[in-house]
């Protein structure tokens, strides 16, 4: 999740999608582990909470439409990897349609996940397309060590103690 260059820009729904990517990978790892895991049922889960719970009516419309027609979810899920594979696509779907918007944060364009500074590896040398084997790696690795950006970790040796911080 990214620094704001403004307070109404980029923060709920950037956090948001970094949820629900988390919540996806999570569940893909845990899933290895437990034969009951229903990577579809995760999926419908955010489906129907953003459209439960997400303030913007016209948002909703849109993704409504993305997991219900463009990229329905109940006929993109043939493999338990699929679960996070999807969301990435779809927030790429997403990214795409919103670029140069006048909702878009300037400093903070929309693009398509990952840029090459994050995954060199993650597209094809010769079309540029997303590699889907190394995407998959580099989002179960990307999502799986979520870190604030510019703050130590609380397990590093500067830190304080935590409830010192909480105090």
Same mark, same amino acid.
């Given at each position: 999740?990214?620094?704001?260059?403004?307070?109404?820009?980029? !923060?709920?729904t950037?956090?948001?999608?970094?949820?629900?990517?988390?919540?996806?990978?999570? !569940?893909?790892?845990?899933?290895?582990?437990?034969?009951?895991?229903?990577?579809?049922?995760?999926?419908?889960?955010?489906?129907?909470?953003?459209?439960?719970?997400?303030?913007?009516?016209?948002?909703?419309?849109?993704?409504?439409?993305?997991?219900?027609?463009?990229?329905?979810i109940?006929?993109?899920?043939?493999r338990?990897?699929?679960?996070?594979?999807?969301?990435?696509?779809?927030?790429?779907?997403?990214?795409?349609?919103?670029?140069?918007?006048?909702?878009?944060?300037?400093?903070?364009?929309?693009?398509?996940?990952?840029?090459?500074?994050?995954?060199?590896?993650?597209?094809?040398?010769?079309?540029?397309?997303?590699?889907?084997?190394?995407i998959?790696?580099?989002?179960?690795?990307?999502?799986?060590?979520?870190?604030?950006? !510019?703050?130590? !970790?609380?397990?590093?040796?500067?830190?304080?103690?935590?409830?010192?911080?909480?105090?």
């Amino acid at each position: 999740m990214g620094t704001l260059s403004s307070p109404v820009l980029r !923060g709920y729904t950037c956090g948001l999608w970094t949820l629900f990517h988390v919540l996806t990978v999570n !569940g893909y790892r845990n899933g290895q582990k437990d034969n009951s895991f229903d990577p579809l049922r995760l999926l419908l889960a955010i489906r129907d909470w953003v459209l439960s719970f997400f303030a913007c009516d016209h948002c909703r419309v849109h993704f409504r439409k993305m997991t219900t027609k463009t990229a329905r979810i109940e006929t993109s899920i043939n493999r338990e990897e699929d679960v996070f594979l999807y969301l990435w696509k779809a927030h790429n779907l997403v990214n795409s349609r919103l670029h140069g918007r006048e909702t878009e944060d300037p400093k903070f364009p929309k693009y398509q996940f990952p840029p090459h500074f994050l995954c060199q590896d993650c597209r094809r040398e010769i079309n540029r397309e997303f590699d889907e084997d190394k995407i998959k790696n580099f989002l179960l690795l990307y999502y799986s060590d979520i870190r604030p950006i !510019g703050r130590k !970790g609380v397990e590093d040796e500067e830190n304080e103690d935590i409830e010192d911080k909480l105090d």
